[in-house]
T-cell receptor, first 116, second 116 residues
Framework: DTAVSQTPKYLVTQMGNDKSIKCEQNLGHDTMYWYKQDSKKFLKIMFSYNNKELIINETVPNRFSPKSPDKAHLNLHINSLELGDSAVYFCASSQARSGVPTDTQYFGPGTRLTVL | AQTVTQSQPEMSVQEAETVTLSCTYDTSESNYYLFWYKQPPSRQMILVIR??????QNATENRFSVNFQKAAKSFSLKISDSQLGDTAMYFC?????????????FGTGTLLAVQP
């Protein structure tokens, strides 16, 4: 059984389009994350949700909007796609509680987004 | 702000030999974890090993071990008896806990090639 899954794994689209990436975890974790890996392989946090509440929102353009319908799902919607949005987007999850030693983050397989 | 530095962009090792990947970090916090993640060509992010900063004993996982030097803020990964399947990008990561967020801060990665 896949612990953290993402759909789609590959996404090719034109500039200006709107697209979504979905993430689901079956680990029973309460915190989920989106990371972006750029063309140089550098990974950086974008967003984090704890029990459907946004707790991390890094300096990401507001064209990116995360949505968490429940604690097992975290989706990423991107409006008006730009060439620079081309990257691999990773979803991750953990059992994280403020002030308490936290579990490791487990990653999904990644979604390679290519904007033409 | 925390930073993570991996000074070796690429490394190569012969099968069955031992290799050490370097990582240094900078933080003023005392509550944190350190991780090594592996990213093979499949691009899946796989946890290799984790170290709690409050533990003096170095973490080990089978052929993988770390040398954690807290005062020096150094966290190197040693891979013994290297195997072809160890060929991957290795990322060192830092995570502070104790606040409302638990984001991973990654280094730039070391690309390890295991030669037959």
């Amino acid at each position: 059984d896949t612990a953290v899954s993402q759909t789609p794994k590959y996404l090719v689209t034109q500039m200006g389009n709107d697209k979504s990436i979905k993430c689901e975890q079956n680990l029973g974790h309460d915190t989920m994350y989106w990371y972006k890996q750029d063309s140089k392989k550098f990974l950086k946090i974008m967003f984090s949700y704890n029990n459907k509440e946004l707790i991390i929102n890094e300096t990401v353009p507001n064209r990116f909007s995360p949505k968490s319908p429940d604690k097992a799902h975290l989706n990423l919607h991107i409006n008006s796609l730009e060439l620079g949005d081309s990257a691999v987007y990773f979803c991750a999850s953990s059992q994280a509680r403020s002030g308490v030693p936290t579990d490791t983050q487990y990653f999904g397989p990644g979604t390679r987004l290519t904007v033409l | 702000a925390q930073t993570v530095t991996q000074s070796q962009p690429e490394m190569s090792v012969q099968e069955a030999e031992t290799v050490t990947l370097s990582c240094t970090y900078d933080t003023s916090e005392s509550n944190y974890y350190l991780f090594w993640y592996k990213q093979p060509p499949s691009r899946q992010m796989i946890l290799v090993i984790r170290q709690e900063a409050y533990k003096q004993q170095n973490a080990t996982e089978n052929r993988f071990s770390v040398n954690f030097q807290k005062a020096a803020k150094s966290f190197s990964l040693k891979i013994s008896d290297s195997q072809l399947g160890d060929t991957a990008m290795y990322f060192c990561a830092f995570m502070y806990y104790g606040g409302a967020t638990n984001k991973l801060i990654f280094g730039t990665g070391t690309l390890l090639a295991v030669q037959p």
